[in-house]
């Protein structure tokens, strides 16, 4: 049985080697703007804060009425109740509000539309930790979910940045960093 073997200019064998090289990012490897864009730790660009308005529309039924951004560290959710009445939540109060809610998170994955349902599928439970989209349901307007896109994916750019490697990189191919003595 006589074997065929592939001369040094086969373009299905060159094809393959260009692909697979491209398949395991040898291609990038000397590009000095990615090493320069992995290795731009540091200082992490803290995104906007959110405001979040809910209405209480029957007793103990909530429905988020409207979300906008604001300043870093000025998030706040102000809550109107049924009976005319107005409340706000800001600052530690509202940090330890979502804590609880992160911590106790597998309860209001269930549904319901209570007060804390509510705040953790809005857009300041994404920013206390839900990593999973948003649910209509919760919004008065579907359409108000659309209006923090953007910042859902400026929080989490911040998230994979802020938890990135800051030293280098790390994996199979990471290669060598010390001098002729390493």
Avoid: H
């Avoid at 000025?74 to 530690?92: C, E, N």
């Amino acid at each position: 049985m006589k074997k065929r073997y592939l001369s040094v200019g086969d373009f299905r064998r060159n094809a393959f080697i260009v692909a697979a090289a491209a398949c395991m990012g040898l291609t990038s490897c000397d590009n000095p703007s990615s090493q320069n864009e992995w290795n731009a730790g540091g200082e992490v660009a803290v995104p906007d804060g959110i405001i979040t308005e809910m209405t209480e529309e029957a007793p103990d039924q909530w429905k988020i009425t409207d979300e906008r951004t604001t300043a870093p560290g000025q998030s706040m959710a102000i809550l109107k109740y049924s009976d005319g009445r107005v409340d706000t939540l800001q600052g530690l109060e509202l940090d330890n509000k979502l804590q609880d809610l992160s911590q106790n998170q597998g309860t209001y994955q269930q549904g319901g539309f209570g007060m804390s349902s509510v705040l953790w599928w809005s857009a300041l439970g994404y920013m206390a930790g839900r990593n999973m989209a948003p649910r209509a349901g919760y919004y008065a307007n579907p359409n108000l979910m659309n209006r923090t896109d953007t910042w859902r994916q400026n929080v989490q750019t911040y998230r994979q940045r802020a938890t990135a490697p800051t030293s280098g990189r790390s994996g199979f191919f990471r290669g060598r960093s010390g001098g002729a003595g390493a």
